[in-house]
């Protein structure tokens, strides 16, 4: 499994190029924006993108969605909670305000548990709930890595003030279904907020500003 990151949107989303380096099958994890550099990226490693996966669904990443999916042929999916909860106009007001535009319409929705397949590679959704209702982590067992979203970052956690937000919710996600993971499971979080890109599921346990453990 090979990863390729490209910060895009105006709050610096890490869009994720995931890919089986085999056969050139991938997915795209978190398309903040409708950056060109996206689709240069895939053409450039000769990748088929078989599906754009969304940690979950705030504007800020999943707002290149349609122009990929029109670019590349793909198909967007979230998890059903998200999926329902942002098209209540009153769970969409405050992302309207700020001036990102509606969510794109999912063509499938996935659960907690579920499998996602690209080449030989393998991704399985974990539902981790509090920063978004639908908020999911994809975790690859055969690489130890892990794609946080919003739900856990480098030496930080996601923000639960907003609609759907959950603070006791997020924690026990991540005590319950990240902290649980292989200590040396690496994790890909939704943003670049902490010392370094990435982290060790260990290296966050050690940590441990919220007295998880």
């Known amino acids: 499994m090979k990863v390729e990151k490209l910060l895009v949107g105006p709050l610096e989303v890490c869009c994720y190029l995931v890919y089986c380096e085999r056969n050139r099958e991938g997915v795209i994890i978190d398309p903040g924006d409708e950056d060109p550099r996206i689709v240069e990226l895939v053409d450039k490693l ?3 993108i078989k599906h754009i996966l969304a940690t979950h669904a705030h504007p800020d990443h999943v707002g290149g969605v349609d122009y990929l999916r029109k670019e590349l042929g ?4 979230v998890h059903r909670f998200d999926a329902e909860f942002f098209k209540e106009p009153g769970n969409m007001q405050p992302f309207l305000v700020w001036g990102f535009p509606e969510n794109p319409e999912e063509d499938e929705v996935f659960e907690d548990g579920e499998l996602i397949i690209f080449g030989e590679e393998v991704l399985k959704v974990i539902h981790t709930p509090g920063h978004t209702p639908g908020s999911s982590c994809f975790y690859s067992e055969k690489e130890r890595i892990v ?3 919003d739900t856990l970052f480098v030496g930080a956690v996601g923000r639960t003030d907003l609609p759907g937000g959950n603070f006791s919710q997020m ?3 991540i005590k319950e ?7 040396d499971t690496v994790i890909f979080p939704g943003h670049d907020y902490g010392p370094s890109p990435t982290s060790t599921i260990a290296r966050e346990k050690e940590r441990d500003i919220f007295h998880l453990t």
Do not use: D, V, W
């Open 74 to 77: 793909a198909t967007y999916l």
């Open 147 to 149: 794609f946080t979203g």
């Open 171 to 173: 924690i026990e996600s």
């Open 46 to 48: 000769g990748i088929r």
């Open 177 to 183: 279904k990240l902290f649980t993971l292989p200590e």
